[in-house]
């Protein structure tokens, strides 16, 4: 019968984005035999980045490319693009490391996907929302007092805004990809990366005028390294490695990123050279604060991932706030 | 009021399909004012190519058709095909209405017209239904009826009743004759079956393969009543002998 | 006859309820012995646990994605019977035209998605222009081959009694291409849908009115598998009730074409 067929097929086709978008079970990336330190058989590694190679991501093409992988050991495989919920992918031993945001990492270990922060890039979130100059916006609150539209993603952070703003005029829809969209509509709000969207909008001739989420209050870790947690409890030498090899590479990359951009700029074509130099610049001082100057780049504290789970445990998007040494290690703690 | 018939006249006319088969070869035939002629021939002889030429539903590569028309803005000619060919979607009415619709004729009108035909084949009572509530043989009265709603002067019927059984054909083969004994028109009838064409038509006209050409053109010496009762008869087996043996002619 | 027609109809329901039912027991039983991970593949009984608590919010969700596919649907319908009518008129316009049909088939949602955003506001309107723009090709398709189709000798009919191309079409060609473009529908039916929540995903809108593409994204998003799982055990429903009009419709409308069935 037709509907038994309809029904198994928008069924199977729907399970089949869900199950996509979240990574089947695969075999595990097997582990090179020989510990880390021993430079004759480097450690083969896998890093799934949540989007395509950006500045966002300089330090980990830098690590590689100056050889700081390599002399720690490790033999890391960058694979942008991760699709969906990167944390899933690690959960299930798809790939060893990957990128995502803190609060992603409060949700997953909710769920039960014992996934861990080791590295976090961005001591202030780059997440922002970009509206055009010309409507003479002052504040992050003028985005939701006045009329017009806000393309966002239903997530932690847009939760936050409209609990803080609350009653507010603006009409909220799907982030449509690209910058079409923004380009066209001089009504439109948009979120966005300081590093990536106003950049290319300014090169597309628009005005974008960004404010930073973190700004309002809300100023979550992000593109933080995670691993799993097994990994890190059963290979602390590996862990400390690679913390130690990212370190390097962030430092290479915000000391010169021209190279590293180069290599980036031939597997991203959507991103012109001077866009690249530019969300260099951008991001330099959301990477390397007054904080990561005093300890190390990549380092985070117990005070910022608990106010992050209160910040959540308010917002209802997770029922219970864990405890931070659950959430992510720091080096001393791993030895 | 019987409708006059139409004279139709072929004057070498000539067929060839898409590449290169000659379906008829240089025919020349006279058909006359209110004559019922029969056209027998073997399969794929011309039979019906000759019958969509007088029609007008094809052009013939060479030669000329003249259709007498007795009243210039009036389309005069139908055409009865092997299937019924009725509307799925429309009533028995409906379907035999169609003709005149077509022609622009308003609706009452046309209603009464369709009746009146569709009671002469004896469908009367099956107005409202629709065409795939009947047989084969009430499908075929329907597109009989709906050839007539028009008072055509020219009636063309390519093997109606080839696919009814013989008892439904017999019927309506009577109820034929009886339409043109009443109305008067010209039909030119194509069958395969000589007893068939030799108890409604007045005239045979047998084909030889293709390209066809005439081979025998007589008068059915047969009285103009024709009951059923006709075909036991040895005049009636004489005369579809003759025909028997102009298609065997024919066939060589 | 009455009691006749409800017994063939719950004849028809039963068999699948009971392969639906004993599905889902099977996958409990599996996801309990496997453990798989809840972000991954929810335990059905926890999903039927959130249809029930969570229904007002999906029904709200289901609510909002029907009237966009409805939207989009009665569009393919009428848009794509109108194509098919204009290519089957004339036999250059058919060869010219119809291969760049088969461009609403392939064109991929996510690269016309903000196009449609801008040009219909985004929300209901450019939802319903991507699940039109997935379903149209085979109604088109469809409707198309129906009206070529024709009976050569009831067109020689209409040709001998003087009709024009007008009434050809409209009185013979476009009714004897009814079953094929009810075919078309049916297919175009659960194209729809996909259709729908995919388009949701990029240009749906949020808040009250958001969709159960919205949801599916959300809830994903946050991990919960459960709800991911809900919303598209609706989405289904909700093909599968379209699919189920187009039926009933096409049964109704073909009526009269077919042998009266034997009880």
Not at chain 1, 136 to 159: H, Q, R, Y
Not at chain 2, 158 to 184: C, K, M, N, V
Not at chain 3, 47 to 59: H, S
Request: proline content about 5%.
């Amino acid at each position: 019968m037709i509907n038994q067929a309809w029904t198994r097929c928008g069924l199977g086709l729907l399970l089949a984005l869900q199950l996509a978008s979240s990574g089947c079970k695969k075999d595990k990336a097997a582990p090179a035999a020989g510990s880390g330190g021993s430079a004759s058989t480097a450690k083969s590694l896998s890093l799934t980045l949540d989007w395509v190679p950006e500045p966002e991501f300089g330090g980990f093409y830098a690590a590689r490319e100056s050889g700081a992988f390599g002399k720690h050991g490790l033999d890391v495989d960058i694979k942008p693009r991760g699709q969906g919920e990167t944390w899933k992918l690690v959960a299930q031993g798809v790939t060893d490391f990957a990128t995502t945001a803190a609060d992603q990492v409060l949700v997953a270990r909710e769920q039960g996907a014992d996934v861990v922060a080791i590295f976090a890039v961005y001591q202030t979130s780059p997440q922002a929302i970009m509206v055009h100059k010309a409507r003479g916006f002052t504040k992050i609150d003028d985005v939701f007092t006045n009329p017009g539209t806000l393309e966002a993603e239903d997530v932690s952070w847009l939760k936050f805004l409209r609990t803080k703003f609350p009653g507010s005029a603006v009409k909220l829809t799907s982030n449509s990809p690209g910058i079409a969209t923004f380009l066209a509509k001089s009504d439109l709000s948009k979120q966005c990366f300081v590093t990536s969207e106003p950049l290319q909008a300014l090169a597309g001739g628009s005005d974008p005028q960004t404010f930073l989420i973190a700004d309002a209050g809300y100023n979550p870790y992000t593109t933080v390294v995670i691993a799993r947690g097994e990994m890190v409890r059963k290979e602390p030498e590996t862990i400390k490695q690679m913390v130690l090899a990212l370190r390097e590479g962030w430092r290479v990359y915000l000391d010169d990123p021209s190279a590293t951009n180069a290599v980036m700029g031939k597997l991203n074509r959507e991103m012109d050279a001077s866009t690249f130099t530019d969300a260099a610049r951008v991001q330099h001082d959301l990477i390397d604060t007054a904080e990561t100057k005093k300890t190390a780049l990549g380092e985070m504290t117990n005070e910022r991932w608990q106010t992050l789970a209160k910040q959540l445990v308010d917002l209802a998007v997770i029922k219970a706030a864990p405890p931070p040494a659950e959430c992510f290690i720091s080096l001393d703690r791993l030895r | 009021m019987p409708t006059p018939g139409s004279s139709v006249t072929l004057r070498g006319v000539r067929q060839v399909f898409p590449g290169g088969v000659v379906a008829v070869e240089s025919m020349d035939l006279d058909v006359a004012a209110g004559e019922f002629l029969a056209i027998l021939g073997p399969s794929g002889s011309g039979k019906s190519t000759l019958l969509r030429i007088i029609a007008g539903l094809d052009r013939p590569t060479a030669g000329d058709v003249t259709v007498q028309r007795p009243d210039a803005g009036r389309f005069d000619i139908a055409y009865v095909f092997q299937d019924a060919h009725l509307l799925p979607w429309r009533t028995v009415l409906s379907n035999a209405a169609l003709p005149l619709e077509l022609q622009g004729v308003d609706r009452a009108r046309r209603r009464e017209i369709a009746t009146e035909a569709l009671v002469k084949v004896g469908l009367g009572d099956a107005l409202g239904r629709y065409p795939a509530q009947l047989s084969g043989g009430m499908r075929m009265r329907v597109s009989l009826a709906r050839a007539m709603v028009t008072s055509p002067t020219l009636l063309l019927l390519d093997e109606p009743f080839a696919a009814l059984d013989e008892i439904t054909r017999q019927l309506l083969d009577e109820q034929l004759r009886e339409l043109w004994l009443s109305r008067g028109m010209t039909v030119v009838f194509v069958t395969h079956s000589t007893s068939e064409a030799v108890f409604l038509a007045e005239r045979t006209v047998v084909l030889s393969k293709r390209p066809a050409r005439i081979i025998s053109d007589r008068p059915v010496d047969l009285p103009a009543k024709r009951i059923g009762e006709l075909r036991a008869t040895a005049d009636f087996a004489r005369e579809t002998r003759h025909v028997y043996d102009a298609l065997e002619r024919g066939e060589a | 006859m009455k009691s006749a027609s409800l017994r063939r109809l719950v004849a028809s329901i039963w068999p699948p309820v009971l392969v639906l039912i004993a599905a889902m027991l099977l996958l409990e039983l599996y996801v309990r012995w496997a453990n798989t991970p809840i972000y991954l593949v929810p335990r059905p009984s926890k999903v039927v646990n959130t249809l029930v608590e969570e229904r007002e919010y999906l029904v709200a969700a289901l609510w909002s994605t029907t009237k966009a596919a409805l939207v989009g649907f009665a569009a393919s319908t009428v848009f794509g019977m109108a194509i098919a009518i204009v290519l089957a008129s004339s036999v250059w316009v058919r060869r010219a035209f119809s291969p760049y049909t088969v461009f609403f088939q392939t064109v991929p949602i996510i690269a016309i998605a903000p196009m449609l955003s801008i040009w219909f506001a985004p929300g209901l309107k450019a939802v319903a222009a991507c699940a039109f723009i997935v379903s149209v090709f085979p109604v088109i398709a469809n409707t198309l081959a129906g009206l070529i189709a024709t009976d050569p000798a009831l067109v020689d009919l209409f040709r001998l009694y003087g009709a024009g191309r007008g009434a050809t079409m409209f009185k013979l060609r476009f009714p004897a291409s009814l079953p094929s473009v009810f075919t078309g529908l049916r297919v175009a039916a659960g194209l729809t849908v996909i259709g729908t929540v995919v388009a949701e995903f990029l240009v749906g809108e949020l808040g009250e009115a958001q969709g159960l593409g919205v949801v599916i994204v959300s809830a994903s998003h946050n991990g919960h598998s459960d709800r991911v799982f809900a919303a598209v055990l609706l989405a289904s429903a909700l093909g599968l009730a379209m699919l189920g009009t187009v039926n009933l419709v096409g049964r109704l409308v073909l009526a009269n074409w077919y042998a009266p069935a034997r009880d």
